[in-house]
């Protein structure tokens, strides 16, 4: 079957052999208007891309994404949670059982239990222990006390990765110019890059990185979020 566009003027299908792409032409044979070619293949790719969009919104949020809007709030405030455990905490937890129970132990514990305090020692551990809290910390988290959460306010958004009010955060801001689209992390994890929303904008501005560690079917459902939120300002 011939591929066919539609003509912007009368609607009727246009064959390829009246379409010249270099000099971006078209010349409908049913009503004789001519239109440029690149318009018509835009309007094609807004119609996909707005399909998409509506199609990946109009089913259910992913099982573990939390999606909470009030219809009261002026601002049209939209809170995306996702709460998940993770596999990892089921080697994470004895791991950090051993290495932070085993080193805190050898280097704190010896000293509470002869009572002699050595500060050589207790500086030497100090390392140790960031460490050992920072274990502790991606175990709750993997254990899924923590949560990645992703707030939008008409222009304005957050995106937050931690346990309770401890955690990292990014505010950036996004307009009907922002582009929406996947991409990987720079960081790798086991040798692999972590799949991440990417917005972008024709300004030249920095690109803003957000929802990694967030789950391949979390992170689609937000990116069609963003993405009509991005229409509506």
């Given at each position: 079957m011939t591929k066919t566009y539609a003509c912007p003027k009368?609607?009727?299908?246009?064959?390829?052999?009246?379409?010249?792409?270099?000099?971006d032409i078209m010349l409908c044979p049913a009503c004789g208007e001519t239109s440029c070619f690149s318009d018509v293949v835009g309007e094609i790719d807004e119609r996909r891309y707005a399909d998409d969009v509506r199609g990946r919104l109009n089913?259910?949020?992913p099982k573990h994404l939390k999606?909470?809007?009030d219809p009261m709030d002026p601002?049209?405030?939209i809170v995306l949670t996702q709460r998940k455990f993770s596999k990892g905490a089921l080697f994470l937890v004895p791991f950090t059982c051993l290495w932070a129970g085993g080193s805190m132990a050898l280097i704190y514990g010896t000293q509470i239990y002869?009572?002699?305090f050595n500060l050589g020692v207790s500086l030497f551990g100090i390392p140790f222990l960031l460490g050992s809290l920072f274990l502790i910390f991606i175990c709750l988290f993997a254990l899924g006390a923590g949560k990645h959460m992703l707030t939008l306010e008409r222009g304005k958004g957050r995106f937050f990765w931690g346990i309770g009010p401890l955690?990292?955060?990014?505010?950036f801001t996004y307009d009907r110019q922002t582009k929406v689209e996947q991409g990987?992390?720079?960081?790798?994890?086991?040798?692999?890059?972590?799949l991440e929303l990417h917005l972008t904008h024709p300004g030249g501005s920095d690109?803003?990185?957000i929802c990694a560690g967030m789950d391949e079917d979390s992170i689609d459902y937000v990116e069609a979020v963003l993405k009509r939120e991005v229409s509506r300002v």
């Open positions: 009368c609607g009727h299908d246009v064959p390829l052999d009246k379409i010249n792409v270099a000099k089913a259910a949020p999606v909470e809007c601002t049209g405030r002869s009572g002699k955690g990292f955060w990014r505010n990987y992390t720079r960081y790798q994890s086991n040798g692999q890059s972590q690109t803003v990185h």
